[in-house]
Nanobody, 125 residues
Framework: QLQLVESGGGLVQPGGSLRLSCAAS????????IAWFRQAPGKEREGVSC????????VDADSVKGRFIISTDTAKNTAYLQMNSLKPEDTAVYFC??????????????????WGQGTQVTVSS
């Protein structure tokens, strides 16, 4: 059974960096779409960054362009979200999501059937 486990969240000061990890098990990160989402208290879950394994294309939300980088390591079956220049408004629970056997990359949560449990990121001084 496909499972995703996020890690790497925590408390960081504004301007700092964190790297989130998403370890996949139960399937091989081969042909897939993968994305990171976040949800702040009282707000809807929003797409942050996504990647298509087939094309290598990545898409970032405007709010994180130039600051966040999505990547994968197929040898480790793990995806990452490098977050730089963090702001208080980046505070949220971050989730990774995967849809196997697809070629697209989407920031719509409705395109993904497999989700991790989330990891808390808090940006505060």
């Amino acid at each position: 059974q496909l499972q995703l486990v996020e890690s790497g969240g925590g408390l960081v000061q504004p301007g700092g960096s964190l790297r989130l990890s998403c370890a996949a098990s139960g399937f091989t990160l081969d042909r897939y779409g993968i994305a990171w989402f976040r949800q702040a208290p009282g707000k809807e879950r929003e797409g942050v960054s996504c990647m298509s394994s087939s094309t290598g294309v990545t898409v970032d939300a405007d709010s994180v362009k130039g600051r966040f980088i999505i990547s994968t390591d197929t040898a480790k079956n793990t995806a990452y979200l490098q977050m730089n220049s963090l702001k208080p408004e980046d505070t949220a629970v971050y989730f990774c999501a995967v849809e196997p056997m697809v070629a697209y990359c989407s920031l719509s949560l409705y395109e993904y059937n497999y989700w991790g449990q989330g990891t808390q990121v808090t940006v505060s001084s």
